[in-house]
């Protein structure tokens, strides 16, 4: 459907559950009278509606692609501008990963999906799971005996929708996510709006995994009232707009009907995060969320400490192209990874007995599994 280039582009994907004594804490602050798991639940779409307001900043703080090889338009057009030979680049941008030109892409432009409630985000995606689209089902679904697609709707499975965040429950096997969610409600929340950092070894850095917690608490803690169809467009507008412009001097952003300096908003909401840190901070010396909040504090008041800067600094500063670049960083991360420790002889051994058992495992499952695909398909996508 998207295509061998589209799904090339990585993020990074942050789980993240809140303590079940956090829960029993807050169940007795709101004087709830519902059952455990369905507050549970509700608290957790709180932050999602939060997220979908606030998650621009993200984007701002730790996007990291506002460059990319002219090879992944693959002859389509684009309206962006050329850094080189190779390379093309929002000169603002933060990320264009998630941006209408990356995971943000027009095929589902039209899609909408509420995140007021576990009933109505289960009813959306499973109405679009189970809509016929015409442009896939001009694609086929199985073509000489071949599958092209799982299915000819709008989406073929849950999984397929991208979002910024999603709701997230361990299912059991077989078992699809929506009806997982509806069996036993939220377990954790998904953020998917983070790109790979070129400049951290694993992609990502305890500052940045600090930062989100807390962020993640502030979108819980704060006031999350319903999300109108109208309010969700300005919310996709702002996401957009940091996406393609983030760096933008005098960037402005909508607020409840009104224009707001994305900047001025920014710093309301690190400002806002101070406390909250300062608790997570509690009986450590070295202060860890309050010290990763002051870095992003400083890539407010001076831009070119984001990453989206600094990676076109670094590209303008040694004239690589975007591929360039990327192998470079790529060939140091390993060098850094093999240099860490000498081979361990004794582990490298236990991976292959590992690997050994794994595959004598998946022998065994497939010998005593006489079901065929078509089969097993049918009766998923009916259940």
Known sequence: RYGRIMQAISGVHFNYSFSPKLWGVLEGVNQSK?????????QYFGILRNYRRYGWLVLYLFGT???????????????????????????????LRMSDIGYRNKNQSTLSVSVNSLSEYV???????????????KLGVKVDGVY??????????????????RPKRIARSG??????????????????????????????NQNKLRFLEAFLALCL??????????EQS??????????????????????????????????????????????????????????????QRAKIDEVERTPSARLLAEMRQTGETFFQLALRM????????????????????????EARDSLEAQRAIEGSDNTDFDTYLAHYLAD
Not at 148 to 165: K, P, T, V
Not at 221 to 230: D, V, Y
């Open 34 to 42: 519902q059952k455990p798991q369905d507050f549970i639940s509700e």
């Open 65 to 95: 692609s506002p460059a990319v090889s002219n090879s992944f338009f693959a002859g389509r057009e684009n309206t962006l501008t050329a850094l080189d030979a190779d390379t093309v680049y929002e000169p603002y941008g933060t990320s």
């Open 123 to 137: 009813r959306d995606l499973t109405r679009a799971i189970g809509t016929p689209y015409p442009p896939y089902e």
């Open 148 to 165: 092209r697609q799982l299915n000819a709707n709008i989406l073929q499975i849950e999984n397929e929708y991208y979002s910024f965040i």
């Open 175 to 204: 078992e699809r996510p929506t009806k997982s969610l509806h069996r036993a409600g939220v377990e954790y929340v998904e953020v998917r709006a983070l790109d790979v950092s070129a400049f951290d070894p694993v992609g990502v």
């Open 221 to 230: 803690l704060r006031e999350s009232g319903p999300i109108s169809q109208g």
């Open 234 to 295: 300005a919310l996709d507008a702002n996401h957009l707009l940091v996406a393609r412009r983030g760096r933008e001097p005098n960037l402005k952003l909508g607020r409840e009907g009104r224009s707001i300096a994305m900047t001025e908003w920014a710093r309301e909401l690190l400002d806002s995060m101070a406390g909250l840190c300062e608790m997570l901070d509690h009986g450590e010396a070295a202060r860890p969320y309050s010290s990763a909040l002051e870095q």
């Open 330 to 353: 790529s060939k140091l991360h390993k060098d850094y990874f093999l240099g860490l420790y000498p081979p361990n002889e004794n582990r490298l051994g236990e991976f292959a007995t």
